[in-house]
């Protein structure tokens, strides 16, 4: 799947872990930062780290697969 925006990849996260039966606070545990964190991953803000958008996809099952865009 392609996520073009941050939104988009907040909603996947979201998606995954109301899935998973999970809040955010336990997400939040399970990869060790606040619950605050998540929000606004969930929410696309740009100021969450790289670290831990990846920490949060790992935890939910998810892969990052970085390959060249098809000219």
Do not use: H
């Not at 907040?10 to 809040?23: K, S, W, Y």
């Amino acid at each position: 799947m392609l996520t073009p925006s941050p939104n988009e990849f907040g909603n996947e996260i979201r998606a995954l872990r109301m899935g998973r039966r999970l809040t955010q606070q336990e997400l939040a545990d399970i990869i060790g930062v606040n619950r605050r964190v998540v929000g606004e991953l969930e929410r696309g803000k740009g100021s969450v780290r790289l670290e831990i958008a990846l920490a949060a996809a790992r935890a939910l099952g998810l892969d990052v697969d970085l390959r060249r865009r098809s000219p």
